[in-house]
């Protein structure tokens, strides 16, 4: 079983940054491929950002490119969301997920791949 707790949410300008976290009990995290979902107000939950188990594969959806930064450190069980360039679009509430198939070596694209989710943390882009 994992547990997954995201923190770092906020309220924030456009344009401005914020660091999303999401820490993972269990010591099989390092093999577990990881990704990030937002879901807004009446839409669909969305992948934003994903990593495979050694952090050498990353995915971004094109809404994200160039902006928003995933990375993993599994020496602390935590991954990371560097958003920045923030824009009014990106208000959700965002989800940390894993998947419980250790060490593959691709990256999953949609929620139903993944096995665990954290509780989400709202993110609030003012103009």
């Known amino acids: 079983q994992v547990q997954l707790v995201e923190s770092g949410g906020g309220l924030v300008q456009a344009g401005g940054s914020l660091r999303l976290s999401c820490a993972a009990s269990?010591?099989?995290?390092?093999?577990?491929?990881m990704g990030w979902f937002r879901q807004a107000p009446g839409k669909e939950r969305e992948l934003v950002a994903a990593?495979?188990?050694?952090?050498?594969?990353?995915y971004y959806a094109d809404s994200v490119k160039g902006r928003f930064t995933i990375s993993r450190d599994n020496a602390k069980n935590t991954v990371y969301l560097q958003m920045n360039s923030l824009k009014r679009e990106d208000t959700a509430v965002y989800y940390c997920?894993?998947?419980?198939?250790?060490?593959?070596?691709?990256?999953?694209?949609?929620?139903?791949?993944?096995?665990?989710w954290g509780q989400g943390t709202q993110v609030t882009v003012s103009s």
């Open positions: 990593i495979s188990w050694s952090g050498g594969s990353t």
């Open positions: 997920a894993a998947d419980a198939r250790p060490y593959f070596s691709g990256i999953y694209l949609t929620a139903a791949e993944y096995d665990y």
């Open positions: 269990g010591r099989t995290f390092s093999s577990y491929a």
